[in-house]
């Protein structure tokens, strides 16, 4: 079963940073792209970025490019998200992502919350 576990939101002024990490478990980690995806209350969910299988290269929505990084540790299992000079609008759940085999799968999310 696969299962993906987000950890490391949380409340941070805006300009801050925070790391969210998330726990992969269930299939083999580094055979599948991997994404993050937010959605903020009252909105759908928008694709924030992307880690490729294939040769590792990374993808990143326009409003988040320049201030998040993904990365991820296969001896871990982990994906991460750097994510620095926070804005407002950064506000949201995250949510972390893969496609097995044409079966979509999200974590529970982690809350991260922009405020001064």
């Known amino acids: 079963e696969v299962q993906l576990v987000e950890s490391g939101g949380g409340l941070v002024q805006p300009g801050g940073s925070l790391r969210l990490s998330c726990a992969a478990s269930?299939?083999?980690?580094?055979?599948?792209?991997m994404s993050w995806v937010r959605q903020a209350p009252g909105k759908g969910p928008e694709w924030v970025s992307a880690?490729?299988?294939?040769?590792?290269?990374?993808h990143y929505a326009d409003f988040v490019m320049g201030r998040f990084t993904i990365s991820r540790d296969i001896y871990k299992d982990t994906l991460y998200l750097q994510m620095d000079n926070l804005k407002h609008e950064d506000t949201a759940v995250y949510y972390c992502?893969?496609?097995?085999?044409?079966?979509?799968?999200w974590g529970q999310g982690t809350q991260v919350n922009v405020s001064s």
């Open positions: 880690i490729r299988e294939s040769d590792e290269s990374t």
């Open positions: 269930g299939f083999t980690f580094g055979a599948y792209d």
């Open positions: 992502a893969t496609d097995t085999g044409g079966h979509a799968n």
